[in-house]
């Protein structure tokens, strides 16, 4: 999403040769949008609509008023969401204004700069020690290793601004200081960063309980060291179509056996598979869940993501998973940290 708006707007009654000079300094969408004096937005102006109003007659002292197309798309701030941004997405628009309850324009959704904007808290798991990737890791944290140009914590954080995510929560206790330092508050990302450390180790997602409020009803969790291109749009939808309590993203693991199963009925041979090969649905460490359930976390205490899964299972809530359909690379060992630098080289 786009911060600083001005570029684009124009008022309703401005010379046309002031929009042809507007228009020149946004060449990648050649929008600009239209507001009247009291900052209502009434319109759209491109290349094509002062060529259309040329041909009508209009001239260059003429306003931009009489060149603009008064029906253009846009979002009231309550109906953006990812279904409706799908939906207008899919007409071709570029720059998508939302507007507030008076027609103004509250922010813009830069389509070159991100897929949709998700209605997310993120929480980013980053206070492991990275024992398996020693030495690398013993004056560096696991998130701060490089991956192609970028650390791993930042390639999670730019794939999630993809998806429009802007409030971020990332807990620390390793070398907390260096990670703090390299991320900052967010705010060249054009993203809010706030920071939790943990004096004692609270398991997978025991610091958690030290968040006091979230500005979104669900939130997103994952590990800060994994690598992946989850289609976090198409996560989110599943979730909210299936009306889940929790969503655990899934990657298949395989397991090759060597030799022939016997498939048996107590000590009778029924049938047998030569050297079978199984798939499952393993943990992924990335999870979307409604922030209320994250209130049975107990404070400062530690609480791993099994402990959390397992207590909804007991209660009875709705648990769903998710495939990932794309890679999914847990950093733990140093063939993996490897492996993810190869792939880096193509992405």
């Given at each position: 999403?786009?911060?600083?708006?001005?570029?684009?707007?124009?008022?309703?009654?401005a010379?046309i040769?002031?929009?042809?000079?507007?228009?020149?300094?946004?060449?990648?969408?050649?929008?600009l949008f239209?507001?009247?004096?009291?900052?209502k937005m009434?319109?759209?102006l491109?290349?094509?609509?002062?060529?259309r109003?040329?041909?009508k007659?209009?001239?260059?002292?003429?306003?931009?008023?009489?060149?603009?197309?008064?029906?253009?798309?846009?979002l009231n701030?309550?109906e953006?969401?990812?279904?409706?941004i799908?939906?207008?997405?899919?007409?071709g628009?570029?720059?998508l204004?939302?507007?507030?309850?008076?027609g103004?324009?509250k922010?813009v959704?830069?389509?070159s700069?991100?897929?949709t904007?998700?209605?997310l808290?993120?929480?980013?798991?980053?206070?492991?020690?990275?024992?398996?990737?020693?030495?690398?890791?013993d004056?560096?944290?696991?998130p701060?290793l490089?991956v192609?140009?970028?650390p791993i914590?930042?390639?999670n954080?730019?794939?999630?601004c993809?998806f429009?995510?802007?409030?971020?929560?990332?807990?620390?206790?390793?070398?907390?200081d260096?990670?703090?330092?390299?991320?900052?508050n967010g705010?060249?990302?054009?993203i809010?960063?706030?920071?939790?450390?943990?004096?004692?180790?609270?398991?997978t997602?025991?610091?958690?309980?030290?968040?006091?409020?979230?500005?979104h009803n669900?939130?997103?969790?994952?590990?800060?060291?994994?690598f992946?291109?989850?289609d976090?749009?198409?996560?989110?939808?599943?979730?909210?179509?299936?009306?889940?309590?929790?969503?655990i993203a899934?990657?298949?693991?395989?397991?090759?056996?060597?030799?022939?199963v016997?498939?048996?009925?107590?000590?009778?041979?029924?049938s047998?598979?030569e050297?079978?090969?199984y798939?499952?649905?393993?943990?992924?460490?990335?999870?979307?869940?409604?922030?209320?359930?994250?209130?049975?976390?107990p404070?400062?205490k530690?609480?791993?993501?099994t402990?959390?899964?397992?207590a909804?299972?007991?209660?009875g809530?709705?648990v769903?998973?998710?495939p990932?359909i794309?890679?999914w690379?847990?950093?733990?060992?140093?063939?993996?940290?490897q492996k993810?630098?190869?792939?880096?080289?193509h992405?």
């Amino acid at each position: 999403m786009m911060n600083d708006i001005s570029l684009h707007i124009i008022n309703s009654s401005a010379n046309i040769k002031e929009a042809f000079t507007k228009l020149n300094d946004v060449p990648k969408s050649l929008t600009l949008f239209v507001l009247d004096d009291n900052g209502k937005m009434t319109g759209t102006l491109t290349d094509g609509d002062i060529r259309r109003g040329f041909l009508k007659g209009c001239s260059l002292n003429d306003c931009v008023e009489k060149f603009m197309s008064g029906q253009f798309y846009y979002l009231n701030d309550e109906e953006t969401n990812p279904a409706n941004i799908r939906k207008v997405k899919n007409k071709g628009i570029r720059l998508l204004p939302v507007l507030d309850m008076q027609g103004k324009i509250k922010r813009v959704i830069d389509f070159s700069k991100v897929k949709t904007v998700l209605p997310l808290d993120a929480v980013l798991m980053a206070g492991g020690r990275g024992e398996r990737l020693r030495p690398l890791t013993d004056d560096l944290p696991k998130p701060l290793l490089p991956v192609g140009n970028k650390p791993i914590i930042e390639h999670n954080i730019d794939h999630l601004c993809y998806f429009g995510i802007s409030n971020y929560f990332l807990t620390l206790r390793y070398l907390a200081d260096k990670i703090e330092r390299h991320c900052g508050n967010g705010s060249p990302k054009g993203i809010s960063i706030q920071y939790l450390r943990e004096t004692e180790p609270l398991g997978t997602i025991g610091a958690i309980s030290m968040i006091s409020e979230f500005a979104h009803n669900h939130v997103l969790v994952m590990n800060a060291d994994l690598f992946t291109n989850i289609d976090l749009e198409d996560f989110y939808l599943d979730f909210i179509d299936k009306d889940a309590d929790m969503s655990i993203a899934t990657s298949p693991y395989s397991v090759d056996v060597p030799y022939a199963v016997l498939n048996l009925d107590n000590h009778l041979v029924k049938s047998f598979r030569e050297k079978p090969s199984y798939t499952f649905h393993s943990n992924a460490g990335i999870y979307l869940i409604k922030k209320e359930l994250l209130k049975t976390i107990p404070l400062n205490k530690s609480f791993n993501a099994t402990d959390f899964i397992q207590a909804l299972l007991d209660s009875g809530k709705k648990v769903i998973r998710y495939p990932i359909i794309g890679y999914w690379i847990d950093i733990g060992k140093p063939e993996d940290y490897q492996k993810v630098q190869e792939i880096a080289k193509h992405i």
